[in-house]
């Protein structure tokens, strides 16, 4: 049974910074493809970085930079390290696992507010 828990979401300022994980089981985060998305009110869930089935890493250009993917193996956990956060980063925050199917954690919300 696959299971992910993420954690790390909260309020913060524009310009803090946060790191989300994503801790796994019944999954190896260092094989199946892992990725973070976001859920903002009232849009489409996207794609916000992502470990490729070819090992590469993928982000949406509106992060580039400023996020980054990384695993620990050992720990068979995903996080995201987010900087120089800004307020159209709020949102849902989930990560997703794909193992023979498509996995969902619950998801942790971030908000980026003054």
């Known amino acids: 049974q696959v299971q992910l828990v993420e954690s790390g979401g909260g309020l913060v300022q524009p310009g803090g910074s946060l790191r989300l994980s994503c801790a796994a089981s019944?999954?190896?985060?260092?094989?199946?493809?892992m990725g973070w998305y976001r859920q903002a009110p009232g849009k489409r869930r996207e794609l916000v970085a992502a470990f490729t089935s070819a090992g590469s890493t993928s982000y949406n250009g509106s992060v580039k930079g400023r996020f980054t993917i990384h695993r620990d193996n050992a720990k068979n956990t995903v996080y995201l390290q987010m900087n120089s956060l800004k307020p159209e980063d709020t949102a849902v925050y989930y990560c997703?696992?794909?193992?023979?199917?498509?996995?969902w954690g619950q998801g942790t919300q971030v908000t980026v507010s003054s």
């Open positions: 019944g999954v190896s985060v260092s094989v199946s493809p």
């Open positions: 997703k696992a794909f193992f023979r199917a498509d996995y």
